[in-house]
């Protein structure tokens, strides 16, 4: 019965997360760092956002493998269809948000530190479920494994990476600066931390869904 709480945590965390990643994009001041290549690549070639993430996920995963040979377990395959699910999920949330169209820059950076704010409570509640870890996580942690650095700091370099590598896409695809922006930055910086203020502010929330302790690894 506790697995199956975890899972419905999981499901709803993976929703609010898309759900957050919508409202940042929309804001139009950039998007969240996971999600900037894929934006990119939306913004200059027809499949969506959805579908590219998807792919993306997919060739994290196919990274993973490639680091981690015989230490890659037969359950981070799990990652496919979470992967899957999140595409579709983004997707929905786009459309949903389909009205969202800031007309100046404060409507833009409210729906930018709303968007963090979601964002926020939906990774917390993937890192309280304790299920599955998204690929760009699950690809830190198998970089951490192999090379025997810091996670904090590994995901930082991470995130900075594939946002240079976004706005290089940008430059040669579209050349000019899209979907990489200030709003990029203000995710990085506050959607790790409203995760870990949120496992502050609640921690009896394990204990009374899992009958567990606070969510150490938020």
């Not at 993430?53 to 040979?69: D, G, N, P």
């Not at 999920?89 to 404060?106: A, E, G, Q, R, V």
């Not at 995710?187 to 870990?196: D, N, P, S, T």
């Amino acid at each position: 019965m506790v697995k199956v709480k975890r899972y419905i945590v999981f499901i709803i965390g993976l929703f609010i997360n898309s759900l957050g990643v919508a409202f940042i994009t929309k804001a139009s001041l950039g998007t969240s760092p996971i999600s900037a290549i894929p934006y990119v690549l939306s913004l200059n070639y027809s499949p969506s956002l959805g579908n590219f993430t998807i792919i993306f996920s997919l060739i994290l995963i196919l990274m993973q493998i490639i680091l981690l040979r015989k230490k890659f377990k037969i359950e981070y395959l799990l990652q496919i269809p979470v992967s899957i699910i999140f595409g579709y999920f983004i997707d929905f949330c786009m459309f949903l948000l389909n009205w969202l169209i800031p007309s100046n820059y404060l409507l833009s950076l409210f729906y930018l530190l709303l968007g963090c704010l979601i964002l926020g409570l939906g990774v917390y509640m993937e890192m309280l479920a304790d299920v599955v870890m998204l690929p760009g996580e699950s690809f830190v942690r198998a970089i951490v494994q192999t090379f025997h650095t810091e996670f904090g700091i590994t995901k930082i370099i991470f995130d900075i990476s594939i946002s240079v590598i976004a706005l290089l896409l940008s430059l040669v695809l579209s050349r000019s600066i899209e979907g990489v922006r200030e709003g990029t930055i203000v995710a990085a910086l506050l959607v790790g931390y409203i995760a870990r203020l949120t496992n502050r502010l609640f921690p009896n929330i394990p204990q009374i869904l899992f009958n567990n302790h606070s969510v150490s690894h938020c």
